[in-house]
């Protein structure tokens, strides 16, 4: 597996917290909701672009 990059994410206190209580809902650490949700967005948007061609 290849290694992930780290990065420092500034985010609102509100934001981290419902991130957080959705990660715990779905079981997963607040770092793998992120990753998670940011996939989908990436998998979506080029589903999206995809389509219009």
Known sequence: MAQKKAVILRIDPKLWEDLNVWA???LRSLNGQV???LREAVRKR???KNKKR
């Open 35 to 37: 990753e998670y949700v």
């Open 24 to 26: 715990k809902d779905e």
């Open 46 to 48: 080029k589903g999206a």
